[in-house]
């Protein structure tokens, strides 16, 4: 049986792997930082899936890099559209890997792009569907940006015009997906570099929000490597109702919690930290705990979103009534907190804050191993 060989994919890469590609087919030194410079512009700002398409690039070259790479994003699994324009698709990074990503229209400047870090999750917060999913592995940097790219397509957001650009679909990236971003932080570093690179998909590291659920030692180094907008998956006001909501904070609890966030890179009026509080009925949201989470926040700039909790098929939660929620929110606004209460968006399609999960499950080498065999001898 003849193995089949997977070229790889330029798409993903950063400069210095782009050099190592260009130097791999005998360009010489002196031409591979135009080279790359070019190739830059053509994955990164045209989206282009064809090496024929790139017009400046002489045409051995464009051979010889299609020889040995390819353009491909990762295959699109599945693709749903709700009622309210949001758009779910399931990406499938490999056999049995896949992970979700959501695009919103109607968020920030035009609409916003929700991605995953990880396969999976460890947190098991118990309000969140990705959280009843094992965790398979962690993202690459690659398999991050081309979540981006894979969307971008699906809306045909590539621009044909230097003035295409200030029309995009997507403007807005979050980190809010399957996975907590922090415990991939070199990864999601590496991505948000490629994509806010200005000769590229451009997307400003103001309009890239990263949500943690409060990985303290790693914040610091969030912001100082990255700038981006910090999110904190908040959702109680005490340690004991918190270590239930989300385990993680039985290791960093919420005196730790909100120094790291007094003292994160940046944070001023100007870049407030969005604390997400999701509301679930006779849990966590009476008039005492409005006022309690306004206490607990002060001195830090920070805006407060209020999320109507998305059930899910065996939830053990149930969301606040509306009225309830607008009642938590006059006392958080009154004390001069930003508190929007947040649309559900995509709950037709389970595309919602806190629905996302694939259907991806680790499996040990020698399972690998044993599929493997097994498909070679059926071939």
């Known amino acids: 049986m003849t193995e089949t060989i997977t070229k790889p994919s330029l798409a993903g890469m950063d400069r210095d792997a782009l050099r190592e590609a260009v130097l791999g087919v005998g360009v010489p030194q002196k031409q591979v930082r135009m080279r790359v410079g070019q190739l830059w512009r053509w994955i990164y700002y045209t989206g282009v899936t064809d090496f024929e398409a790139m017009t400046d690039i002489a045409k051995p070259l464009r051979a ?13 699994g599945e693709r749903q559209v709700s009622k309210d324009g949001t758009r779910k698709y399931l990406i499938k990074l490999g056999p049995g890997i896949e992970v979700e990503a959501v695009y919103i229209p109607g968020v920030g400047r035009s609409g916003a792009l929700c991605i995953s ?33 894979t969307a971008r397509d699906d809306l045909d957001d590539w621009p044909k015009a230097p003035k295409d650009m200030e029309s995009r679909a997507i403007t807005n990236i979050v980190f809010m997906g399957m996975g907590e971003p922090l415990y991939n932080l070199e990864n999601v570093a590496a991505a948000m570099a490629i994509l806010s690179d200005g000769e590229g998909i451009a997307i400003s590291r103001r309009r890239i929000t990263v949500s943690t659920s409060g990985v303290v030692p790693k914040m610091h180094d969030l912001g100082e490597k990255t700038q981006a907008m910090l999110a904190i998956s908040l959702h109680a006001v005490n340690d004991e109702l918190r270590d239930e909501l989300v385990p993680v904070n039985k290791a960093y609890p919420l005196k730790d919690l909100l ?64 009225e309830r929620i607008e009642t938590f929110a006059e006392i958080v606004n009154k004390a001069g907190y ?21 259907e991806s499950i680790k499996k040990r080498a020698s399972e690998r191993l044993k599929e493997r065999l097994a498909a070679q001898e059926a071939s």
């Open 117 to 149: 870090s990880q396969v999976g999750c460890t947190l098991n917060c118990t309000f969140c569907h990705t959280g009843t999913q094992a965790l398979v592995r962690n993202l690459t940097a690659a398999e991050i940006v081309t979540q981006i790219m």
């Open 64 to 76: 010889a890099l299609a020889e040995g790479h390819t353009l491909d994003r990762p295959a699109l």
């Open 259 to 322: 120094n790291a966030c007094r003292t994160y890179p940046g944070a001023s009026n100007a870049r407030r930290i969005t604390f997400e509080y999701v509301m679930l009925k006779g849990v966590n949201d009476s008039d005492d705990e409005a006022r309690k989470l306004v206490q607990l926040l002060r001195g830090i700039p920070a805006k407060i979103n209020l999320i109507p909790f998305n059930p899910w098929p065996g939830a053990p939660y149930e969301c606040s009534s509306w």
């Open 338 to 358: 930003a508190s929007p209460i947040r649309t559900p968006r995509g709950r037709d399609i389970d595309a919602a804050c806190g629905q996302l999960r694939s």
